[in-house]
C-alpha cells in the first residue's frame, strides 16, 4: 500500500465552521490531489498539487482552498462548511515521474458530515 | 472536456459467472485508462491500467480490459467472478502528455455476486 495518512478519518462539524483535512504521504511524490466521492457522481477532483506551494483547481474547488508547505503534506479547507459538503474525501498521490508502472494511488478517505 | 460513462449502475451476477463491465469515454486523444475497484467504506484499490502499447491489459485479481480505440471503450473483465469481487468498480482516464494525473471518474458500477 502506498503510505498515506488521512486525517482526520471522520469527522462531524457545524455549517460555518471551518474545517481542515490533512494528508501526509510518506512517498516524496510531487502530485497530491483532493477528491470527494458522492453518491451517483463518482468521485470528482477539488484541486491538485504539482510541488511546494504549487497548487490549481479541479472540477469542484468552489467553497475549498488547500495548501502544501511541505512535500509530504497537502491540507484541504473548507472555509465555512455548508451541508452540500458532506461528502467523502479521498487525498491522492502520484503521476509522471518518468517511472514505468507510475500510477495514482489514494488514501482511507475522510467522512464528513456537516450538520 | 474528457467525460467517462459507465452506463451500468448495479449489475448482480452468479458465483462462477463470466463479468464484462462497460466503460466508455469521451476525448480528443487517447488518454490514460484506469479501473479501480472499492469496497463498502474503503478507499480505492488500482486494478490495472492502459498507458500504451497492448490493448489487452492483465491486472491483479484476475481481471483484464481491452482498450478499443474506434470504440472508444475500455470494459473490464472476469472469466469466473467470486463472491469477494463484490465491491464498486470505478473506470477513469487521465489526459495523457499532461503534467499529472487528474482523473475523471465514471459514477461507478455496483458489483453484486449471488452465491
Known amino acids: 500500500d502506498a503510505g498515506i495518512t488521512q486525517s482526520p478519518r471522520h469527522k462531524v462539524t457545524e455549517t460555518g465552521t471551518p474545517v481542515t483535512l490533512r494528508c501526509h504521504q510518506t512517498?516524496?511524490?510531487?502530485?497530491m490531489y483532493w477528491y470527494r466521492q458522492d453518491p451517483g457522481h463518482g468521485l470528482r477532483l477539488i484541486h491538485y498539487?504539482?510541488?511546494?506551494?504549487?497548487?490549481d483547481k479541479g472540477e469542484v474547488s468552489d467553497g475549498y482552498s488547500v495548501s502544501r508547505s511541505k512535500t509530504e503534506d497537502f491540507l484541504l479547507t473548507l472555509e465555512s462548511a455548508t451541508s452540500s459538503q458532506t461528502s467523502v474525501y479521498f487525498c491522492?498521490?502520484?503521476?509522471?515521474?518518468?517511472?514505468?508502472?507510475?500510477?495514482?494511488?489514494f488514501g482511507e478517505g475522510s467522512w464528513l458530515t456537516v450538520v | 472536456a474528457q467525460s467517462v460513462t459507465q452506463p451500468d449502475i448495479h449489475i448482480t451476477v452468479s458465483e462462477g459467472a463470466s463479468l464484462e463491465l462497460r466503460c466508455n469515454y469521451s476525448y480528443g486523444a487517447t488518454p490514460y485508462l484506469f479501473w479501480y475497484v472499492q469496497s463498502p467504506g474503503q478507499g480505492l484499490q488500482l486494478l490495472l491500467k492502459?498507458?500504451?502499447?497492448?490493448?489487452l491489459v492483465q491486472g491483479i485479481k484476475g481481471f483484464e480490459a481491452e482498450f478499443k480505440r474506434s470504440q472508444s471503450s475500455f470494459n473490464l473483465r472476469k472469466p469466473s467472478v467470486h463472491w469477494s469481487d463484490a465491491a464498486e468498480y470505478f473506470c477513469a482516464v487521465a489526459p495523457s502528455g499532461a503534467g499529472s494525473y487528474q482523473l475523471t471518474f465514471g459514477k461507478g458500477t455496483k458489483l453484486s455476486v449471488i452465491p
Open positions: 491522492a498521490i502520484g503521476g509522471p515521474t518518468g517511472l514505468a508502472g507510475n500510477t495514482i494511488y
Open positions: 498539487s504539482y510541488g511546494v506551494k504549487d497548487t
Open positions: 512517498e516524496n511524490h510531487r502530485y
Open positions: 492502459y498507458f500504451s502499447g497492448d490493448t
